[in-house]
């Protein structure tokens, strides 16, 4: 028999989250159709979620490694160095692109039925998850033609994995309450996507911030992307992958603030949505 909605607006905190779990499978339905959307009437499909990690790899290593001579970490190729970052920094980006994006995306249904509108931005999670999993499967490839194995520090993965869900859930629900509002945001999100690639350590080192800019190494590791990103390579790369463990202070902090003044912002508005949708 198929599962019936039977949520109405308004109600108690505690009914809030008790529905939201209740309606579980609606959110594998979102998530399903937002995967399905994002490949619809494409020529490669999937496939692009190979060909945009590996462009980009190979665009980055011919700028910073050949042109500006950048050096990577000791005993680390740096096309290996790169890839290992966007795979993290895909699923980040992708999450909070989508997350962003989610509510305005799904307006018709906002406007037509009741549900917990957080299902929504949790559900587009999963096309940056799908992103990642495709960019891991590359990293690994890589990692074989190289023969260079993952280091024993991957079992801390899926801890950083977790710390990017959460980061990407805590900014992008709050870009996401504004952008109902503003719709300017949508075309800004993109930029921010772009100008964080660049300010976080995937093209190069964070050593290289360090041994190059020892005063401003204090205020670059107070992004909260930077502790994930480093920590990421530490687990697929191993101890030779410069990961400086207080980095993680920020990353946690930040995080966690964000997701819970967000989620606050997000409850505030949500009964508000259909007005500017």
Known sequence: MAHRITIKAGGSEKDYWRD????????WILSKRDISVRYKQTLLGIAWSVIRPMMTMIIMAVVFSLIAKLPPDPGIKYPHMILGAL??????AGSFTQISNSIVLNSNLVSKVYFPRLLMPLSAVSVGFI???ISLVLFMGLSVYYGQPPSINIVFLPLFVILTFLCSLGFGLFFAVVNVRFRDIGQLIPFIVQIGMYICPIAYSTRLVLQDHPTLYKYYIMNPVVGIIDGFKWCLLGDNSYFDPQSLYSTLIVS???LFLSVLYFRKKENTFVDHI
Do not use: Y
């Not at 939201?20 to 959110?27: A, S, T």
């Open 20 to 27: 939201l779990w209740m309606n579980r499978q609606l959110l």
């Open 87 to 92: 795979t993290i920094w895909t699923f980040f």
């Open 131 to 133: 992103d990642f999993l």
């Open 256 to 258: 966690s603030i964000a």
